[in-house]
Every structure is written in C-alpha cells, then in structure tokens.
C-alpha cells in the first residue's frame, strides 16, 4: 500500500489549494478514504472521510462549506478541494485509508500573508 500526497505549498488567506492523494498497491475503489490535518503541537485531526464508491461524505464544522474531498477510482486518487482557507488551516495534511490505518507522508499547507 502506498499513499502519496501532492500539492501542498503557501496560499495567502481567503486562497484555494487542491490537494492529491495518489493511492497504489491495492483496489482503490473498495476503500473508504480520509484526509487529516496536523498542526505543529496538536493532535492530529480529520477533515474529510469519503465513501468507497464516492457518494458518502463527512466534515467536522471546522472545514465544513469550505472544504471538499472527492475521488477519482479510474486515476486511483483522493482529491481536497480547500478554498477560504483560513491562518488556523496551516498543518501538514494527511491521507489515510482506514481499513489497515496506512497513511502517506504528508504534505505542508501554510497560510500566510
């Protein structure tokens, strides 16, 4: 199993980032996926969990109306779709496929002026 993370960076607040979860090593589509956040002395916390077929999705209200997690099981991919991103949106994000707990190495938000 094998999760890759992509495209992180600095966006400025009230900015948009996509992020890329690519996933291999295993059927994509019977897996129920999630994206993570953690800032730099915080627990780590969720703030995106979609269905396996991609018709299921949750939010914590912190990220809820400004973020959206997709996919795509021809690409083998997890998209986060952030926008209004907010000073209190910098951690580095995750992606996680419950079923076995694995995890990628992450990738860096920073929002910032």
């Known amino acids: 199993v094998q999760l890759v993370e992509s495209g992180g960076g600095l966006v400025q607040p009230g900015g948009s980032l996509r992020l890329s979860c690519a996933a291999s090593g295993f059927t994509f589509s019977n897996y129920l996926m999630r994206w993570y956040r953690q800032a730099p002395g915080q627990e780590r916390e969720l703030v995106a969990q979609i269905g396996a077929a991609g018709r299921s999705t949750y939010y914590p209200d912190s990220v809820k109306g400004r973020f959206t997690i997709s996919r795509d099981n021809d690409k083998n991919t997890v998209y986060l779709q952030m926008n209004s991103l907010k000073p209190e949106d910098t951690a580095v994000y995750y992606c996680?496929?419950?079923?076995?707990?694995?995890w990628g190495q992450g990738t860096q938000v920073t929002v910032s002026s």
């Open positions: 996680n496929r419950v079923t076995g707990n694995y």
